[in-house]
């Protein structure tokens, strides 16, 4: 069974950084993408970034562009987001999703996304 897992939220302050991890077990990902998505209190969940497990294509949000770097390490089996230069507004609980096939079309679409974890708080401070 397919498991994700996050970690490395907590708090930082305005133009801080902070890394995230994504850790995916249960089977062989290649060919699977994985995303990264957030929601704030009283928002819609929404894309910030994602990757394709081979070939290693990246995907973002263009409110991340330039702030937001997602990178893989395959032999960890493990996805990172690095936050940069973080703002007030990046506050929210960050989720990795899996999904086996999604077209680039629909990358951003969470609803395309099968397989998610349980969420790191990330709050930033002015």
């Known amino acids: 069974q397919v498991q994700v897992v996050e970690s490395g939220g907590g708090l930082a302050q305005a133009g801080g950084s902070l890394r995230l991890s994504c850790a995916a077990s249960g089977r062989t990902f290649s060919g699977y993408t994985m995303g990264w998505f957030r929601q704030a209190p009283g928002k819609e969940r929404e894309f910030v970034a994602a990757i394709r497990w081979s070939g290693g294509s990246t995907y973002y949000a263009d409110s991340e562009k330039g702030r937001f770097t997602i990178t893989r390490d395959n032999a960890k089996n493990t996805v990172y987001l690095q936050m940069n230069s973080l703002k007030p507004e990046d506050t929210a609980v960050y989720y990795c999703?899996?999904?086996?096939?999604?077209?680039?079309?629909?990358?951003?679409?969470?609803?395309?996304?099968?397989?998610w974890g349980q969420g790191t708080q990330v709050t930033v401070s002015s």
């Open positions: 999703a899996a999904t086996s096939f999604v077209r680039s079309g629909q990358i951003r679409d969470p609803h395309e996304y099968n397989y």
